[in-house]
């Protein structure tokens, strides 16, 4: 929001300027970076190689191989875009700015509409305060609530794209969302279990829904997610290739794991002043910017947004 970002700048005087080299300030705002580019160089693009394998294969791989694909590009879509946003929440704390913390630990949700709390906190924020309360939110009954919610996730798949799978994204999170408020959210919040395997379905889905923008392509992905037959394909055992493929990338998936979850950031926090920390902290450096020079590098997913 301007007034958070706006009231920070009015605040730097001469004075302050002199303290943006505090060197708590700078380090917080160099190890913010460096575990971006951590997680974008090493881990989501790893994560887009097995995506793009399966995806140039798609219609003769098993289910089980495109329910991999599908949890690996949730992780690289998460890597990817929080990666981003710890960038540059790292240059601002050079510059002596805290900036908004843009996603917490999403894939900890356990529903719907936590996961929006979660994710993409700003964006959330701005639809919320400046479409769906304006409209009117949910004061003014329940019918009034279905249509802002419609009008807000109309606007939200618009945002990333004129794509028909953008709005079908955004139209697929309304029904979830509407059917949530209406008759699940209390049972989701007392069943832990029961809404992480929730979670665990839905959000791979969307994922798949947002990624492919050619409709017939995205219906046979669907398709192939949901173990149901694809016309035109080749009917052959694809098994081997899961397995294949899973004793190959079985460590990424561990580590793509670990990094959707609190952990790095806490045992960064316990361990920092320690040599083991520092020299772990100086490989990551040194394989960051060995990906960049090799040029192995790709743009950030949401540089098309």
């Known amino acids: ?53 399966v995806y140039s294969m798609y219609q003769d791989a098993n289910s089980f191989t495109m ?46 509409t936590d996961f929006w709390r979660r994710w993409h906190i700003t964006l959330s924020r701005w639809f919320r305060e400046y479409v769906y309360i304006p409209l009117g939110g949910n004061r003014k009954g329940q019918k009034r609530m279905i249509l802002n919610t419609f009008i807000v996730w109309l606007l939200t798949g618009l945002w990333h794209g004129a ?29 832990a279990i029961l809404s992480h395997i929730y979670m665990l379905i839905v959000i791979p889905v969307s994922w798949t829904i947002f990624n492919i923008s050619d409709l017939p392509t995205l ?28 004793g190959t990338y079985w460590w990424l998936l561990a580590i793509c794991a670990i990094c959707c979850t609190p952990i790095p950031i806490r045992l960064l926090k316990r361990f920092y002043k320690t040599w083991v920390c520092k020299i772990l902290m100086l490989a990551l450096f040194w394989l960051s910017v060995y990906q960049i020079a090799s040029g192995a590098n790709n743009p950030f997913l949401y540089f098309r947004f």
């Open 1 to 53: 929001r301007g007034d958070h970002f706006l009231g920070q700048l009015r605040e730097i005087t001469e004075k302050k300027r002199r303290e943006l080299l505090n060197y708590d300030r700078v380090m917080q705002g160099l190890i913010a970076m460096l575990l971006g580019y951590g997680m974008k160089l090493i881990v989501a693009q790893r994560a887009e190689i097995l995506v793009n394998q």
């Open 163 to 191: 794509d028909w799978n953008f709005i079908i994204w955004g139209m697929f999170f309304f029904v979830l969302l509407t059917v949530e408020k209406l008759f699940l959210l209390d049972k989701l919040e007392r069943h």
């Open 219 to 246: 219906g046979n992905y669907i398709k192939r997610l949901f173990f149901l037959p694809v016309k035109g394909s080749v009917k052959i055992d694809t098994f081997p290739k899961f397995l294949e493929l899973f």
């Open 67 to 112: 329910l991999m694909a599908a949890f690996f590009y949730a992780v690289q879509i998460y890597c990817d875009f929080a990666s981003y946003s710890m960038i540059a929440v790292g240059v601002g704390r050079l510059f002596g700015f805290e900036l908004v913390q843009n996603f917490k630990q999403p894939y900890f949700a356990k529903n719907l």
